[in-house]
């Protein structure tokens, strides 16, 4: 089973940047996809954007442009720059795995979630 942990949340003002993290431990195969979701108060869980273990990515188009996922194998660890940001973007973000290859938008695809983050975008 691997065990995922988010940092990196916080306030930031519109138009600002923050960059999360998710390190993985426990059973941290390197073929894991790994991916970024988001849920908004009174809103469903929502993907963000999703990376294979040789660097594929996806991304929903609400962040194309202004979200970068990337990782580092060797630290077990995915990255999400987030530039421009906007108040809508405000939510708990959250790290997922799956240990499935491909590239994957559905919440039900990944058997393993943080705890999330909080990022607040004011305006």
Same mark, same amino acid.
């Given at each position: ?17 923050? =960059?999360?993290?998710?390190? !993985?431990?426990? =059973? ?5 996809? $790994?991916?970024?979701?988001?849920? !908004? ?7 963000? !954007? ?13 962040? $194309?442009? =202004? ?5 580092? $194998? ?11 940001? $906007? ?9 997922? !795995? ?8 559905? =919440? ?16």
């Amino acid at each position: 089973q691997v065990q995922l942990i988010e940092s990196g949340g916080g306030l930031v003002q519109a138009v600002g940047s923050l =960059r999360l993290s998710c390190a !993985a431990s426990g =059973r941290t195969y390197s073929t894991y996809t $790994k991916a970024w979701f988001r849920q !908004a108060p009174r809103q469903a869980r929502e993907f963000v !954007a999703a990376i294979t273990w040789n660097s594929s990515t996806d991304y929903a188009d609400s962040v $194309k442009g =202004r979200f970068t996922i990337s990782r580092d $194998k060797a630290k077990n660890t995915v990255y999400l720059q987030m530039n421009s940001l $906007k108040p809508e973007d405000t939510a708990v973000y959250y790290c997922a !795995a799956t240990i499935k290859t491909g590239l994957f938008r559905a =919440r039900y695809s990944y058997e393993a979630w943080g705890q999330g983050t909080q990022v607040t975008v004011s305006s």
